[in-house]
Every structure is written in structure tokens, then in C-alpha cells.
């Protein structure tokens, strides 16, 4: 009894380190997006981005008043500049599949849904032919 016991905490707490360390190393790939957003995006002030639990869809919603009223042609182009910088930080066998860029000019901004935001689609997908062509 104690055998089993033992042998089910030891496989729970296992677990739980895993999840740990997958949450931590998104976590990881998240800051440095943060930290190289400015390269694409060189007037933010608010940065949410959440990626969803299957890790196929990211939501990158970004508070800047002067990008907020940029056309829509430009968010499109921004979208794609920012969706190879997320891939090239995650590395070419990652799940992502689509996702989205959303400006809001609330630069104190915390939702994932702000009244205001403006979406542009991301094809993670197709972006990947681009980043990581075959051979």
C-alpha cells in the first residue's frame, strides 16, 4: 500500500514539475517578445498577449495611440513583420497556426477584448513557408 502511495506522488509531482516548466518556458519566449517588440512596433506602451492552452493561437494585443489610427494596410504589414519575430523566437517546430494582432489606443490597457481594439490577423501558417523555407 505504501509502495503505491509513494509511486503516485512521485508520478504527480512529476507532473507537476513538467507543467511547470512548460509554463515557465513560454513564459520565457513571451518576455523576449516583449522585450523585442520595439523593433516592429517602436511607439508601444501596452503589451498583453495570451496564447491559447492547444498553443496554436496567439492573441498579441498592443496600446499605442500613434499605431492605433495607422491605415489598415500598415497594421497588415506591422502583423506580418511581428508574426516572423514570433516565430523566429519560437523556433520552427511550434504549434503556433494563427493569431492576432490588436491595437487599442488605451496605452494602459490590461483586457485581451479592449472596446476600442482594432484585430489583423496573423497566418502563422503561411508565415512559416517565409521564416523557414524548405529545402
Known amino acids: 500500500m505504501k509502495r503505491i502511495l509513494f509511486a503516485s506522488i512521485f508520478l504527480s509531482s512529476s507532473v507537476f514539475l513538467y507543467s511547470c516548466k512548460e509554463v515557465n518556458e513560454n513564459d520565457g519566449k513571451t518576455r523576449v517578445i516583449q522585450d523585442s517588440l520595439i523593433n516592429v512596433l517602436p511607439t508601444w506602451q501596452a503589451l498583453k498577449i495570451k496564447v491559447e492552452e492547444d498553443r496554436s493561437k496567439m492573441i498579441i494585443v498592443v496600446g499605442d495611440q500613434q499605431f492605433y489610427n495607422a491605415s489598415p494596410d500598415e497594421k497588415s504589414k ?31 490597457n490590461q483586457s485581451e477584448t479592449p472596446t476600442d481594439g482594432i484585430s489583423t490577423p496573423i497566418d502563422f501558417v503561411s508565415l512559416k513557408k517565409v521564416v523557414y523555407p524548405a529545402k
Do not use: C, F
Request: glycine letters at 10%; proline letters at 0%.
Open 78 to 108: 506591422k502583423a506580418e513583420k511581428l508574426g516572423e519575430m514570433i516565430l523566429r523566437i519560437y523556433g520552427k517546430d511550434n504549434y503556433l497556426e494563427k493569431g492576432a494582432l490588436i491595437v487599442t489606443k488605451d496605452v494602459q
